[in-house]
């Protein structure tokens, strides 16, 4: 992979990571707030459908996209860069596969299937869904930051090879 496609690739995956992370920023700040206020059977249903509804669109194929591709771009960049494009492109891997794509895998998609097997106007459903506000909402705070230090690092790492290889090229 040449310098120039290592640089389109890191702002793609900025450009992405930014995209993916402002959705969960809008479920954290006030998406979950809303569904939360609403009654408990009403804020259920919604949330039913809007897990249903995601799993078939660009947002989940580029949510899980990047965890390859980031490993892909880590590794590239640690076989052939070196100092801070390296690290940027190491980190952003390390960052996004445990802080984003495994937090979603074993954090929020199992919360996701229990309320989906639930009675949305069910007492159980009820209960489950203050424990399921509370600690859906924490746990999308960790993708959403998450998203926010990839995009930073492959910015940097994008901004600094552009830098070199303008140099480099007289």
Known sequence: MTN???ILASFGLALWSAVIGGVFSA?????MSGLKRAAP?????AMQHINKT???TSFVLGLMAIAPLSIAMAYHGWMTQQGPVRTGLVTAAAVYVPA???MTLFGNVPMNNRLASLDHSSEEAAAYWKFYGRRWTRL???RTIGCVLISVSYLVSGS???ATVSEARG
């Open 160 to 162: 600094i090879l552009i």
């Open 4 to 6: 120039d496609c290592v």
């Open 54 to 56: 995601v799993l078939n």
């Open 100 to 102: 984003v794509f495994l």
């Open 27 to 31: 479920f954290s700040e006030f998406i």
């Open 140 to 142: 999308n705070h960790v």
């Open 41 to 45: 059977a009403s804020g259920i249903e």
